[in-house]
């Protein structure tokens, strides 16, 4: 292993160049992936190195990206396409939902659909109208999809080449604004991974849907993924100035969600805030608020409290700060949750 210091959008392009080296069934496909090497360069340099015909730059069209990766997974290819940002989804929900996550039980797994949509996620970057999106609940309530969003460098760079060899679709929400965040990656080196395609092994954080507690802590949990976990980090060392002891649950996956460790957190801590960019109504949290309050009822000292976005269309650049949650709203929940 090779253990390197590199940004979120770098860990994502090495992982990506790796599946591409391990496998040759794995293709990518997008809008201005290949020459442009993307709009935020996670795909830079890949189609110089690997070829018009696996890195491909496809028409402006969400629904015929999906589409076309369907059939490429129906032929045993292994499929990896990007929607450049995660308003631009919608096109392609029906693909998503009527024929990716439904093919695989209506044959009754004869079939399986190996196709990793990538999706740029989530605000903070002061971009324009249907750039700052975060619709991990509309694909999470959908049966055969998985969700998963990576925090860190390392989760990036693990997590996608284990999404590539899922069998199952999975969604991979990567959030922008942690693009440039940097963290340290041990990446296999060439003998160990010579074309093996395997992920399999000590350097992997973890399997592809299991959480795993960033910061320990007695006090209280807070739960987030992907852009959130920074913030939460950011707070649970406030409390700490306060004599708080908070700890901090990265879930790494919206579906499945890794329940049974946020219950051991839980029940020793005796409280829970969850935190998303998302708008709280009916967002993630609530599931998760659901059913940590089924199985932790009287480990509980409060209730279980949601932080996010609120009930309304994301607004424009200059009002997002206020939009978002920040670190105050994060622990204003966490005095709230403390006080009971």
């Known amino acids: 292993m090779v253990t390197k210091s590199l940004p979120v959008a770098k860990a994502l392009n090495e992982a990506l160049r790796a599946a591409l080296e391990a496998d040759p069934k794995v293709l990518l496909m997008g809008e201005d992936i290949g020459k442009l090497g993307g709009v935020f360069r996670v795909t830079d340099g890949l189609q110089k190195d690997f070829g018009e015909g696996r890195v491909m730059d496809s028409p402006l069209a969400e629904s015929g990206i999906v589409g076309t990766a369907i059939g490429l997974a129906l032929r045993g290819y292994r499929p990896v396409v990007e929607i450049q940002f995660d308003g631009f989804v919608f096109p392609a929900y029906d693909q998503i939902v009527t024929q990716l996550a439904k093919m695989p039980a209506r044959s009754q797994g004869k079939v399986r659909l190996p196709v990793v949509i990538r999706i740029p996620y989530g605000g903070g970057i002061g971009a324009v109208e249907h750039h700052s999106e975060s619709p991990e609940a509309l694909f999470a309530h959908v049966a055969g999809l998985k969700i998963v969003s990576p925090s860190t460098s390392s989760d990036a760079y693990w997590m996608l080449r284990q999404a590539i060899e899922s069998d199952d679709p999975v969604i991979f929400f990567e959030p922008k604004r942690r693009y440039w965040d940097k963290g340290e990656v041990a990446l296999p080196d060439s003998d160990s991974d010579s074309g093996s395609g395997s992920v399999a092994g000590p350097a992997a954080p973890g399997a592809l849907h299991e959480a795993r507690v960033a910061r320990p802590g007695t006090d209280l949990t807070l739960a987030a993924y992907g852009p959130m976990v920074k913030v939460c980090l950011q707070a649970a060392a406030v409390a700490e100035e306060e004599g708080r002891s908070i700890e901090v649950l990265d879930l790494r996956t919206v579906s499945p969600i890794d329940f049974d460790t946020v219950q051991t957190s839980v029940e020793k801590t005796g409280r829970l805030v969850v935190v998303h960019e998302a708008p709280v109504f009916f967002g993630s949290g609530a599931e998760i608020a659901a059913r940590i309050t089924e199985r932790c009822f009287h480990h509980l000292e409060a ?22 949650p920040g670190l105050d709203r994060v622990l204003d929940a966490v005095d709230r949750s403390l006080a009971y």
């Open 303 to 324: 209730p279980v409290l949601r932080v996010g976005g609120y009930h309304a269309p994301y607004p424009p650049a200059r009002l997002e700060e206020e939009y978002l």
